[in-house]
């Protein structure tokens, strides 16, 4: 009996080890650095699709096209000029609205933009600057809601700058610019 509880514990503090931990991002903007880690646990879909856009650089050089103060910052689909054209940039196609998985639209935390459609995200992305429960899957209006697959671990200072910028009709009057956004190296 003993040892089948010992053999047992020694199972489950093998498997917790074994697990991996979840990808960090570094995402360097024209007013500061802002490091995130992803949920690939509870929006592997998401963090997979987010993953393949860093790894094609596709974010280098885009803007945060969106800001709302008291709300979010969006961005990943436009560079400079190209949002007065309405030229976004070219995307993969859309993925499965993963909102069913518990986490919440609260300050700091990453989710998917997408359009009234629910499986329609792509690349863009945006960081919740308050906690946004209208988002969230049971409060949302069509009551599909905006997966949440990440959070702000250092830089909520610079999102808190980029919230603050002059705007017009929400989009920012000088560029805040995301000159990268890499896989932070594993320690």
Not at 140 to 164: H, L, P, Q, S
Not at 171 to 176: I, L, Q, R, S
Request: charged fraction near 25%; aromatic fraction near 8%; hydrophobic fraction near 35%.
């Amino acid at each position: 009996m003993r040892q089948a509880i010992w053999g047992l514990l020694f199972l489950s503090l093998s498997a917790c080890g074994s697990s991996t931990p979840n990808p960090v991002v570094v995402m360097d903007t024209s007013m500061g650095t802002i490091k995130a880690e992803l949920y690939q646990d509870q929006a592997p879909t998401t963090v997979k699709n987010f993953l393949r856009y860093v790894d094609d650089e596709h974010y280098d050089g885009t803007i945060f096209h969106r800001v709302i103060a008291n709300f979010m910052i969006q961005g990943g689909g436009f560079e400079p000029g190209a949002l007065i054209k309405g030229e976004e940039k070219q995307t993969r196609g859309a993925i499965r609205n993963e909102s069913t998985n518990g986490l919440l639209n609260v300050r700091g935390t990453l989710a998917m933009a997408r359009t009234d459609r629910p499986d329609s995200a792509t690349s863009q992305f945006f960081v919740n600057v308050k906690d946004n429960d209208f988002l969230n899957r049971a409060r949302a209006k069509d009551r599909f809601g905006y997966c949440v697959f990440g959070r702000v671990t250092e830089g909520m200072d610079v999102v808190d700058k980029i919230r603050n910028v002059a705007t017009r009709d929400d989009v920012p009057k000088e560029d805040v610019i995301i000159k990268s956004i890499r896989r932070a190296e594993a320690k």
